[in-house]
Structures are given as structure tokens and as C-alpha cells.
């Protein structure tokens, strides 16, 4: 199928791209990578008076480490962020979790902030920064906020964001010591979207565990001092709080035994992981 006609623009810079989109609003939608736009675009699940581009705005285009943090641009794509340097040592969650984000070909395109405001729940950008407790910057002609994951993601490909607004960019806390960080999910295939994921900090007594796949968004759960039984405990209630659901891929009996088995392998690998 092709996309319904649309009128398109390159912005060159920050403010163009904003005051475009505050002209536009509703009738906008601002165009990063496009691996999740273009196809909705193409099935006309989507249909937009204008498409805003923002690839080729270079000062939204970077990664760095500052104030306890990992900011990571709006232009800036997965691959980018994968191949950061420091990205193993200042962010070990991220560096489990990008390889298994679609393939070589689409996070060459794809974006972080596009992965978060498409808002997928099996989606393991959105699941990072939930156990994290990352944040979001949003940024509109008027002004600019900051929402903390809990608050930017508020269902199902759903966000807070403002139809005048941009995600400029994305806030992932830097790893602390003592802290361990672990990843896995399950797919039908290597790249594809997640039937659940699970990703998991450990520091001292402190579990923190979030799930994706399973809800409208990653859930996510921070229990202290629990022993191991009480563990099993705490992954079945939360399992069973989630519920899951039926599609062609799994039931949702199936995915409830998966948090129950991913969650403990998750929980016990970051326990081995804390340095």
C-alpha cells in the first residue's frame, strides 16, 4: 500500500523544526528514523497532513554523559548509541538490550526518542528506561518540560507528549556501583518485537524489575529483602496482576509463565553481575 499525500519538510534547525510543529499541531508529525512511522504511514494506520523531519538537525544529534546521566539526542539512532564508547561501562543495560533491538538495517535508521514516542509495549528502549527510571525532554516552541518514564508512556503506542511537542531527548541514569543490570526476552525470531521482556537492577537487597509484553506499557516492580521463595512470590502475583492476553504468538498463560521463568533467571543474573 502507499501512504495517503502529505506535504513534507526538511528542517535544517531546532527552531524551524519547532515552529513548524507549532504551526501545525495535530496536523504534524515529526519524522526521525521512520521505521515505525513510514510503515503505519504505507498500511494508513496513520495519516498526516505534514511530515517534520528532524535526521538532519546535528545538534540533536549526539550521546554524552553528564550530572549522573546519559543524554541521548533526538537525532541520535540506536546504532549510534550501541557504538558509544563508554556504552558497556556507563550504561550496561543498554548495551544487553540494543543488540536484540530489530536488525543492523533498522537501528542504522531508527532512533531512540522515536522508539520511546512510538511507545510499543513490547518495545526494550521503553522497558530500559522504565527500569531505570529514566526521563524524557520535551521541547515545544513555548517552553520545554522534563517527565520521568513513569509519566511519559501513558499506554499502548501512547505518550504525555504534546502534539506541539518534540522529544529532544532521552535521560538514561548512569550504572551505579554495586548495582548489577540484566536483559532477555522472548521472540518468535531474532529482531522481532518482544512476546515478553524482562529487565532487572540488584543493588544490596533491592530488586528492581520491569516487564514488557504483557501490558499496555512495562510494568514495573521494586520489592526489598525478599528471599528466594518470596521471590518466586512476588513474580507469580505480578504475573498474574499483569494478566497477559491471547494473540498468534502466545497465550496468555504462556506469557505469564514467562515472567515467572525470565524474571527469576533476570533477578539472579544481575545479583551476579554487581560490581
Not at 499502548?156 to 550504572?175: H, N, Y
Request: hydrophobic fraction near 45%.
Amino acid at each position: 500500500m502507499k501512504p495517503a499525500e502529505f506535504d513534507y519538510l526538511g528542517a535544517e534547525s531546532p527552531d524551524e523544526a519547532l515552529d513548524a510543529l507549532g504551526r501545525h499541531g495535530e496536523d504534524a508529525r515529526v519524522l526521525a528514523g521512520g521505521q515505525s512511522l513510514m510503515a503505519m504511514l504505507n498500511m494508513r494506520l496513520a495519516s498526516q497532513q505534514i511530515l517534520i523531519d528532524i535526521g538532519r538537525i546535528e545538534p540533536w544529534r549526539y550521546v554524552r554523559a553528564d550530572g549522573g546521566v546519559i543524554e541521548v539526542g533526538a537525532g541520535t539512532t540506536q546504532a549510534e548509541l550501541l557504538a558509544w564508547p563508554d556504552l558497556a561501562a556507563k550504561a550496561p543495560l543498554l548495551a544487553k538490550a540494543l543488540p536484540h533491538v530489530g536488525h543492523l538495517q533498522t537501528r542504522s535508521r531508527g532512533t531512540v526518542c522515536g522508539s520511546l514516542c512510538h511507545a510499543d509495549p513490547s518495545s526494550e528502549l521503553p522497558l530500559c528506561l522504565a527500569v531505570l527510571g529514566g526521563e524524557v525532554v520535551l521541547k515545544s516552541a513555548k517552553g520545554s518540560r522534563t517527565l520521568a518514564a513513569k509519566d511519559f508512556q501513558t499506554g499502548m503506542l501512547s505518550t504525555a507528549r504534546k502534539p506541539d511537542e518534540i522529544a529532544v531527548a532521552a535521560r538514561f541514569p548512569v550504572a551505579r556501583a554495586g548495582t548489577g543490570y540484566a536483559f532477555e526476552e522472548v521472540t518468535r525470531r531474532h529482531g522481532d518485537f518482544a512476546i515478553v521482556a524482562v529487565a532487572a537492577a540488584v543493588s544490596g537487597p533491592s530488586v528492581r524489575v520491569a516487564v514488557g509484553g504483557v501490558a499496555d506499557r512495562p510494568m514495573v516492580r521494586e520489592w526489598t529483602g525478599l528471599t528466594e521463595a518470596d521471590m518466586a512470590d512476588a513474580l507469580n502475583g505480578l504475573a498474574w496482576e499483569m494478566g497477559g492476553f491471547d494473540d498468534i504468538h502466545a497465550t496468555a498463560r504462556y506469557r505469564r509463565e514467562l515472567v515467572r521463568r525470565i524474571g527469576a533467571r533476570v533477578i539472579e543474573e544481575a545479583r551476579t553481575c554487581r560490581s
